[in-house]
Every structure is written in C-alpha cells, then in structure tokens.
C-alpha cells in the first residue's frame, strides 16, 4: 500500500560529526547515506573506548564550527574551511582548526576522515515537522530544527505529531517515478542531549529533552537505512510504501 505523506522540507549534511549542519537543495542519496554527511570527526587521541569520536555531547561548543566550502556540484561534497565561535576561518586539515578544537576540549584530538562516514546508529535520519511543533510548542520554545540535526525533514500533510513511530518497517519513496530513492525506516530516534544545545549559543536547555521524554517517551523521528540510491531535492514529494505482510 502506497499513501502520499507530504513532501522534502530540508535538506542537510553535517559535513564534521557534530559540528554545524550545512543546508542544501539537492542531494545524493547514497548507500552510505546524503554523500558527504558526516565524512570527518575528530578523534580523541587518549580515548581507547569503542567510540573516540568527539562530539557535542563532551563539547557543546562543537555545534559553533561552521564548515565552509563545500563544491554542491562535487560527487563527495566535503568542506575546505572551518568557521570557529570566534569567527577565525581555517583550513579543515590545518594544525590551527585541530589545535582549536583541542583546546576547548581540554585533550588532544586528531580529525580524521571515514569514507563511509561516522554514524551512532544509522546512515539517515529523518523527521516530521509537526513532530518539532509539538515539542517546540510543549517547551514553550521557538525551537530551531538545527536543534534536531535530521538529513531530511518531512513537511507531511497531516498536523499529527510523531508520525514516525508508525514508519518503522514501512519505506519512503521519494519522488514519483518507479526508480525513486528509497530509504527503509528501521528505529525511532531515541533523543540525546543534543537536542538541549542552542545551534547558536551552545548552551544547554534540559527542558527540551525533558519535553521530548514527556510527550513521546523521548522519541522524535526516526532513522533509516537507504534501500534504493538516487538524487533528492527540497520540495520533492515523500511517501509511505508499506508492504503486505505473507
């Protein structure tokens, strides 16, 4: 069964693992997920864990790096600068970013570049618009959907909040045409803090996790992993393809 949800909001890549989104208009649905999303992290060097990688989580002022540079036209779209919250510009590979980074983190760090990306939980993450309201409007918020770090928000037809939770098994087709991209939809998205930082400040607001707890057991979108490869764009029409059960 085939049923129309609405169409492709936003786009976003996060070229550097939790620094800041860069927005585009198009992008390559890859088996790896939006070519160029999370193709850099910097890895804490005294960190024998099984996950190093930096992220906001540790350093909230993460979200405050802005990378530029990115060639949309490229088949790996990667930046080639970095903004600091200071405003200094710097070379992605530079001494300069890597010792900027480290200092604000208080240890030495390395940038490091995966092919594949570095992901927590799956390649693609989606979600609702009227998911964000529900939460923005709950905290008594005016929340930013930066807040949510998503590849793709959906702008559905439907006002109801939470839609994704009913998705999980089911797939999204993106645009019309029998070879459309395809994402399968595998887990809600379980919230973190992340949500709690300020894209403009870092600075923390545990209301809105607790919002999030409250409404929806803190769940709010969803992942995917991508069941069929092709080029996606803002405004293009999404739906849900849900299969009969044998």
Request: proline share 5%.
């Amino acid at each position: 069964m085939l049923i129309h949800l609405g169409h492709i909001h936003q786009l976003n890549r996060y070229p550097v693992k939790s620094m800041a989104g860069v927005a585009a208009e198009s992008a390559f649905l890859g088996w790896h997920g939006l070519q160029g999303d999370r193709r850099f992290a910097f890895r804490r060097l005294n960190d024998n864990s099984g996950f190093p990688w930096l992220n906001a989580s540790k350093l909230p002022e993460l979200v405050l790096y802005q990378p530029l540079g990115l060639d949309e036209k490229a088949e790996e779209p990667v930046p080639t600068q970095v903004r600091t919250p200071e405003g200094m510009v710097f070379a992605l590979t530079s001494a300069e970013l890597q010792n900027s980074v480290a200092k604000k983190f208080g240890s030495a760090v390395e940038l490091m570049k995966l092919r594949h990306g570095i992901f927590d939980d799956a390649d693609v993450s989606v979600i609702n618009l009227p998911t964000m309201s529900a939460i923005s409007r709950e905290a008594g918020l005016d929340l930013d959907i930066r807040r949510f770090r998503p590849n793709i928000v959906i702008a559905s037809d439907s006002a109801q909040p939470f839609m994704e939770d009913g998705w999980v098994g089911a797939r999204l087709i993106f645009g019309d045409n029998e070879l459309a991209p395809m994402l399968t939809i595998t887990m809600r998205d379980l919230r973190c803090m992340m949500i709690n930082i300020h894209p403009d400040t870092g600075k923390q607001s545990p209301l809105v996790m607790k919002t999030a707890v409250r409404l929806n057991e803190n769940f709010a979108g969803a992942y995917g992993t991508v069941a069929r490869t092709g080029q996606i764009s803002v405004g293009q029409s999404v739906s849900l393809l849900i299969e009969k059960q044998a």
